[in-house]
């Protein structure tokens, strides 16, 4: 079904786990902090979905956060990037209507100015509109 969530509000959906990139990294109530690399352990069927999407909101600064789409060689196909400011949430999203198969979703921090920040992820999820 559409739209399809992965994380939603403090929780994990569709027979989800994560592996956290770090110490720092974690669900914090209703959203995933992260610093460095923290990933689904599930690969998701991308096949009938138009779009991959997330809402974040940068932890103490506004910065770039990205979502990285990895197939089963772990090599990176496509990102959803942009920027999220604190204190206001954003949505992101990325065209994915021309892959097929299963993928890995791989959360990444935040970057401003060259500096590393964290992210605040609050929903992951595939969407066709």
Request: glycine share 10%; net charge neutral; hydrophobic share 35%.
């Amino acid at each position: 079904t559409s739209p399809l969530y992965l994380f939603r509000r403090g929780t994990l959906i569709s027979g989800q786990s994560l592996t956290l990139g770090n110490l720092n990294d974690k669900i914090n109530g209703d959203h995933i902090e992260v610093y460095t690399g923290t990933y689904f352990n599930n690969f998701v069927d991308l096949t009938n979905y138009k779009f991959l999407k997330f809402v974040g909101k940068g932890t103490y600064r506004s910065c770039t956060a990205t979502i990285s789409i990895l197939n089963s060689s772990l090599d990176n196909i496509a990102n959803a990037s942009g920027m999220v400011k604190t204190g206001t949430e954003t949505t992101i999203f990325t065209d994915i209507s021309a892959l097929n198969g299963l993928y890995q979703i791989y959360l990444n921090g935040g970057v401003r100015s060259g500096v590393k920040d964290s992210v605040n992820y609050y929903e992951i999820y595939l969407s066709n509109i």
